[in-house]
């Protein structure tokens, strides 16, 4: 517990070399806080409520919580630069500006509300010196050392720590002398009779809340992280040797109660331990003193709590707090509120009841404290190094279940209550979509839970019902891009991924530098959506072979890019590149030829204005129809369509000629059960294939899906004639070449095609020709 090498310097750190060691800034709030109230007033009363056996019990379990709690404190703050915040900062930079910010609050009013608390068993034990004392005594005398206590806290942590040397002296001095009597009156049969469940005693629920405030006191000194010298070595170093010395504290006073004073009294006198102690008023005198110090300790913490919860901008409410005095930047602000909160519950004055309520606000940090440490172990960053190596992740998830089990014994609908406020504020805080300031897990946690899930769809065989949208977006005009953009998130259905490229032509440092200009542009254009797309920009000498490369390379293991998507291209420029129709076509045709799906989307300016302010029940969207993979795959997209905000009303209608010798109710029929076996809601319409038909039927339409064929430079529609005559008749026009199966009956034990497309000519061109 020496605090030699504490102040060893750290670079970032402008307190370093300056503030607490070990044993004054961690261990010695940390043990005053546990060896506090518990142990002085209720210990006894637990014993003689519950039994030694049960008591032990619930003194194990209650410690369990402090050791696992102290196992993931020590990985987590020896793995970051910890600064001012405790709990609340070691959860921030972990779980993320949400759970971060509701567990800071939650953890400022549990220590705020345990100043009260502690302030009350001082007055208790103060009154009953005094003859004839009434209950307001004990507030007024309560009120008093919330006062008093305030006064240290405003003057800062250097007063505080004076104050708290004196506190231990006279603690120890109460434990020797308590153990020195307890030996002295042992009775064994005193003990077997104090071991079984007494009638009409405590219900396990009931005892453990009164009990479990005197374990909570091991994160004082994790709370006084911003006052700490060398913060990720005191706070492992403090928290266990504090937990360590209180275990034996708790399991020794235990055993030497039920060995001394019978049940009843220990049920009845909360001072039992006056009787039993060589000196009795010692024992009064280190009461007043553990209270006292418990108090301060939290006087002390949760300041610095909202505090750092201001400086980081949580909620606009607690920014006045930010401010802070000198140049330890003392939280004055914040003590005169945490002084006003301990105010009011001493004037509440039960002190059973806010031990309950202390419990349950202090196990819901420890859980989130240990469910962090498990998050950030699990997310297997390389980041993730810390210098405490007796941790496993598992340690950390043990911790949070044992937490919520505590909650549920002692009070489910109370456990249940305080989850739901906490997941509220978190709600709150994550909708207000406040900018990070700092980095934290949720990155790497999601990263290593996409290597696992694409490591585990690798091993499974692919199935055409698997197909999901993972587009290919190739933009090159910044004014069209955004109706693209648009169209992507449309068809990706929430399901698939969007990659937006941009392709420039050239190589060495300006290529580079143009580069690094235009995926910022594009990164912008995705922002000012917002839309959910992932910006690539690629360089190189050759336009063609950079675009081939990027259609067959883009993606990773079974998420590949499977569906190429362009603006419809005038002839003379294009947005797979500027260099015409022919090159256009051209690279369609590769894409196609790779195993890529081809989506071209024609839509000017003034169609899309008259799309966005159109009622959305209005909407309506066709499918030209064969039966074929593009008929299948337009069909899938327009279902995906629907999924969308604006087109959940929006009605589908199919559109198809009858085959040859089918009558139009042989196809309505058909097609009917065809959509009914895919679970697709859609109108069908039986019409022929002409031009006349397509602006007749499908002019007024909102969005368009036409099968098309590429010969040469050429692009042929469902008519068979070229697309450039149809598509000024039409509104919003989409184009569709599938390549790939989609599975729309998603049946699990149909049978893939083996066959593959060869890229040739023939292929590119089937599905648009006439029958």
């Known amino acids: 517990m020496s605090t030699n090498g504490d102040a060893a310097s750290t670079a970032d750190d402008p307190k370093t070399g300056q503030g607490l060691g070990t044993f004054a800034g961690v261990f010695t709030p940390s043990i005053l806080t546990i060896l506090g109230i518990v142990l002085f007033l209720r210990l006894g009363y637990v014993i003689g409520g519950s039994g030694l056996e049960r008591a032990l019990i619930i003194i194990a379990i209650a410690n369990a919580i402090s050791i696992l709690t102290s196992f993931s404190v020590a990985a987590i703050s020896t793995n970051l630069r910890v600064k001012a915040g405790g709990d609340y900062y070691l959860i921030s930079r972990t779980l993320g500006l949400g759970f971060g910010g509701a567990i800071g609050l939650v953890l400022f009013l549990a220590q705020a509300i345990s100043v009260g608390f502690y302030c009350i068993g001082f007055a208790e034990v103060t009154a009953g010196l005094i003859p004839g004392s009434d209950p307001m005594l004990v507030r007024m005398l309560a009120g008093t050392a919330v006062l008093g206590l305030g006064i240290l806290a405003w003057l800062g942590a250097d007063w505080a720590t004076r104050f708290q040397y004196a506190v231990m002296a006279t603690i120890i001095a109460a434990l020797v002398l308590f153990t020195v009597g307890g030996l002295g009156a042992w009775n064994t049969d005193l003990l077997v009779s104090n071991w079984s469940y007494p009638v009409d005693g405590l219900s396990f629920g009931v005892a453990f809340a009164i009990f479990f405030p005197a374990v909570t006191g091991f994160t004082q000194g994790v709370s006084m992280s911003g006052d700490l010298a060398n913060p990720s070595r005191s706070i492992p170093t403090g928290v266990f040797s504090a937990v360590a010395l209180s275990i034996a504290v708790y399991f020794g006073c235990a055993f030497l109660l039920a060995g001394t004073v019978p049940g009843s009294i220990l049920q009845t006198d909360y001072l039992a331990m006056k009787r039993i102690a060589v000196f009795g008023p010692i024992i009064d005198a280190g009461v007043i003193a553990a209270t006292l110090s418990s108090a301060l300790a939290s006087f ?62 202090f196990l819901i940090s420890y859980g989130l404290l240990n469910y962090a440490t498990y998050y950030e172990a699990r997310a297997q960053s390389p980041y993730f190094r810390p210098t405490f190596r007796l941790y496993h992740p598992f340690v950390g998830l043990a911790g949070a279940v044992v937490c919520l089990g505590a909650m549920l014994a002692i009070d489910i609908a109370a456990g249940v209550a305080a989850a739901a406020i906490l997941f509220g504020i978190y709600q709150y805080l994550e909708l207000r979509a406040a900018p990070a300031r700092w980095a934290d897990s949720r990155r790497s946690h999601h990263l290593q839970e996409a290597r696992r899930h694409l490591l585990a769809a690798a091993a499974a065989e692919e199935h055409p019902r698997d197909w ?25 259905g929430r399901s698939g991924l969007t990659t937006v490229v941009r392709v420039l032509e050239g190589e060495g440092i300006e290529a580079r530098k143009h580069r690094a200009t235009a995926l910022e542009d594009l990164t912008a254009d995705i922002k000012e959506g917002p839309f959910t797309a992932f910006p690539l920009v690629v360089a190189g000498g050759d336009v ?100 969308s905000e604006g087109w959940k009303d929006a009605r589908i209608r199919v559109l198809a000629r009858p085959a040859h010798e089918e009558d139009d109710e042989d196809l309505t029929e058909r097609l009917t059960a065809t959509l009914e076996d895919y679970r697709i809601d859609a109108e069908v319409i039986v019409s022929d294939v002409t031009a006349d038909d397509i602006t007749r039927h499908s002019g007024d339409s909102s969005l368009v899906f036409l099968p098309f064929a590429i010969r040469g430079p050429r692009f042929y529609g469902p008519t068979g004639e070229e697309v450039t005559d149809l598509l000024p008749s039409l509104p919003i026009a989409v184009l569709v070449m599938a390549a790939q199966d989609v599975d729309l009956g998603a049946d699990p034990d149909k049978e893939q095609d083996e066959a593959e497309d060869d890229g040739s000519d023939d292929a590119v061109e089937s599905d648009a020709k006439p029958e």
Not at 468 to 492: A, G, K, N, T
Request: contains cysteine; charged residues 20%; aromatic residues 6%.
């Open 544 to 643: 063609d072979q950079t675009i081939s490369a990027v259609v067959q390379s883009a993606g990773i293991g079974p998420v590949r890019a499977n569906t190429v998507i362009a603006n419809w291209s005038t002839g003379t420029s294009s947005l797979m590149t500027p260099l015409g129709a022919e090159r256009f076509s051209r690279n369609l045709r590769t894409a196609f030829g790779i195993g890529c799906n081809l989506i071209i989307l024609d839509a000017d300016a003034n169609e899309w204005q008259t799309l966005d302010t159109a009622d959305a029940k209005d909407r309506t969207i066709d499918v030209w129809w064969r039966p074929s993979k593009t008929g299948e795959l337009m069909l899938l997209l327009a279902h995906l369509v629907t999924r």
């Open 300 to 361: 002390m913490g949760a300041p610095r709590i909202l505090q750092s919860l201001a400086k980081d901008g949580v909620l606009p409410i607690v920014k006045p707090f930010a401010h802070g005095s000198g140049p330890s930047d003392n939280p004055r602000r914040a003590v005169l509120l945490t002084a006003a909160i301990a105010t009011g519950v001493v004037l509440l004055g039960d002190l059973n009841l806010i031990a309950s309520v202390v419990s349950m606000f």
């Open 468 to 492: 999901r949208p993972q587009l290919l977006v190739f933009s090159d005009s910044s004014q069209r891009r955004h109706r693209l953009l648009q169209f992507s998130s449309w068809i990706e």
